[in-house]
């Protein structure tokens, strides 16, 4: 690991500072609440015409230079960054907390298309996801296949040139604002599990879908159900061969496996705790003076952040010289998931009975850490449990047998 930009990484980075001072909407550069509600992906859809003209315009601003997908290959339009380029640009947006463009599609489905998909199917999509103008949210997971995906029940039956769905999917992020889902479902009921599913592209406007919130004990609208009735989708929306959709959807080529906008946004919080400790308001809010101990824990989270962040680089370092992480990126999956719920209990403790008010006008910290409390709760179930984590690092890691 080499802590110091050699000169071509410090000049793009200059180039990234270069863009986001330049380009980045004022709309963006106000403090925001870190909420579904109010990122790029709910900016587009908004009914207020200055939102929208600045998530056109941050999306116009980033497709000039193809960095609206950095990971991907400049023949298909992305910037075709090696991945110490993707850690900077990826390092840099956070610490000013500039929004990335066209989520699960730029993630997810185009880098996926691009391998299994058909010139057709390329030609129709990536283009709109790379503008920005098209944004996709995945429907993967259902009521009872969570862990155990593969056990979806969703099906998809042929009639003609056209599959018809039927079946739900929960936890589909950001359906409230996509325009367009990748869903798995069941094509053959008589197969084993992985291998009666296809990867299907679906319309969002096609009749018989709809979406439903899933407010979170954040108040936060983040997640959907989505269910689908007789809903008609062409057969030539089908990625892959008929029945082979688990491979198709287990294809994820994006590099950025770091974390280490998890890394910086954890530095920042922490930040923003002790400056605002130290203001006459922040001292009259806080427990502070009547808790001297909770100075270490202050001092403990700053520490972790730095830890969270080196194991951040070490990753990015092993790609960038074609090595494949493994263990390393459960690793730091999990820290990152425990230093989250330790630095909201962090933020509760500090502010004490002040940590019960949810109105942010009226609570410390605009209610950042009560809300950061309750958001925290699934950090280390979501992606991948804490305890799955430690499997991988015991048995790839350390060697240990199983069982």
């Given amino acids: 690991m080499d802590w110091k930009d050699t000169p071509e990484q410090a000049a793009f980075r200059?180039?990234?500072?270069?863009?986001?001072?330049?380009?980045?909407?004022?709309?963006?550069?106000?403090?925001?609440?870190?909420?579904?509600?109010?990122?790029w992906d709910a900016d587009r859809k908004s009914d207020d015409p200055v939102r929208v003209g600045a998530a056109k315009d941050w999306a116009s601003a980033l497709a000039e230079r193809g960095w609206i997908a950095p990971h991907w290959p400049e023949e298909y339009g992305g910037a075709g960054l090696s991945p110490m380029e993707q850690f900077i640009y990826r390092s840099e947006m956070a610490e000013t907390r500039a929004p990335g463009v066209g989520g699960s599609g730029v993630q997810m489905l185009g880098p996926m298309l691009i391998v299994h998909g058909t010139e057709e199917q390329k030609k129709q999509h990536l283009g709109g996801i790379l503008s920005g103008d098209v944004v996709w949210a995945q429907g993967y997971s259902e009521p009872g296949s969570g862990s155990d995906l593969a056990s979806l029940q969703t099906r998809a039956v042929h009639d003609g040139d056209e599959y018809v769905i039927n079946g739900q999917k929960i936890w589909?992020?950001?359906?409230?604002?996509?325009d367009w889902l990748f869903v798995l479902a069941r094509t053959d009921p008589d197969a084993p599990k992985h291998?009666?599913?296809?990867?299907?592209?679906?319309?969002?406007?096609?009749?018989?879908?709809?979406?439903?919130?899933?407010?979170?004990?954040?108040?936060?609208?983040?997640?959907?159900?989505t269910f689908f009735e007789d809903v008609r989708v062409p057969i030539?929306?089908?990625?892959?061969?008929?029945?082979?959709?688990?491979?198709?959807?287990?294809t994820l080529l994006d590099f950025e496996r770091s974390n280490i906008t998890g890394a910086i946004e954890a530095r920042r919080s922490v930040d923003n705790l002790i400056e605002y400790t130290a203001t006459d308001e922040g001292k009259s809010m806080s427990r502070m003076a009547l808790?001297?101990?909770?100075?270490?824990?202050?001092?403990?989270?700053?520490?972790e952040t730095e830890v969270m962040f080196n194991f951040s680089f070490r990753i990015i370092s092993m790609q960038d010289h074609g090595m494949i992480p493994n263990y390393e990126a459960s690793t730091s999956k999990l820290f990152n998931s425990e230093l989250?719920?330790?630095?909201?209990?962090?933020?509760?403790?500090m502010f004490g009975l002040h940590s019960n008010l949810w109105e942010r006008d009226r609570a410390p910290m605009r209610a950042q850490f009560p809300r950061l409390y309750v958001m925290s709760v699934s950090s280390t179930i979501a992606a991948g449990t804490s305890e799955v984590q430690r499997n991988i690092i015991a048995t790839r890691g350390l060697g240990l047998p199983r069982g």
């Fill in 14 to 39: 200059a180039e990234v500072r270069g863009l986001i001072e330049g380009k980045l909407p004022e709309h963006y550069k106000k403090p925001h609440d870190s909420s579904r509600e109010e990122g």
């Fill in 172 to 178: 589909t992020s950001g359906a409230q604002f996509s």
């Fill in 195 to 225: 291998r009666g599913i296809s990867f299907l592209l679906v319309d969002q406007s096609t009749p018989g879908i709809s979406v439903r919130p899933l407010i979170n004990m954040g108040w936060e609208h983040g997640f959907n159900e």
């Fill in 236 to 250: 030539s929306n089908r990625v892959g061969e008929e029945n082979r959709g688990w491979y198709v959807g287990m």
């Fill in 291 to 303: 808790e001297p101990s909770l100075r270490g824990e202050i001092a403990d989270r700053a520490i």
């Fill in 340 to 349: 989250n719920q330790r630095l909201a209990n962090t933020g509760v403790k």
